[in-house]
């Protein structure tokens, strides 16, 4: 599975993003997908993550609410919509595949990374 990251940008502090995550493979139906970030000086931190039939998702406390996870197994496409951003949103985002049927938190638990996109939240 190859995943390209896409759709970060420069933002204010209350406005929108949604970020995109294509997949080639044919694994990617089957597969559990999450975002994840990074912040500078930072260890790399779970966001959301989403099942195989996007039936089921959890997100990180920080982002509950205000962040949503979808994914397009028609498109082999997992989004991220990111409302009402704010100042500590800002990080590299990084979408990962996980071959496997539950949905985790830990990134060791990933199989497979993009190479990221940045949001940067201004105040």
């Known amino acids: 599975v190859q995943l390209q990251a896409s759709g970060g940008g420069l933002v204010q502090a209350g406005g929108s993003l949604r970020l995109s995550c294509a997949a080639s493979?044919?694994?990617?139906?089957?597969?559990?997908m999450g975002w994840f970030r990074q912040a500078p000086g930072k260890e790399r931190e779970f966001v959301a993550t989403i099942n195989w039939s996007g039936g089921s998702t959890y997100y990180a406390d920080s982002v509950k609410g205000r962040f949503t996870i979808s994914r397009d197994n028609a498109k082999n496409t997992v989004y991220l919509q990111m409302n009402s951003l704010k100042p500590e949103d800002t990080a590299v985002y990084y979408c990962?595949?996980?071959?496997?049927?539950?949905?985790?938190?830990?990134?060791?638990?990933?199989?497979?990374w993009g190479q990221g996109t940045l949001v940067t939240v201004s105040s």
């Open positions: 493979g044919r694994t990617f139906g089957r597969s559990v």
């Open positions: 990962a595949a996980r071959l496997g049927s539950s949905t985790t938190v830990g990134p060791s638990t990933y199989d497979y």
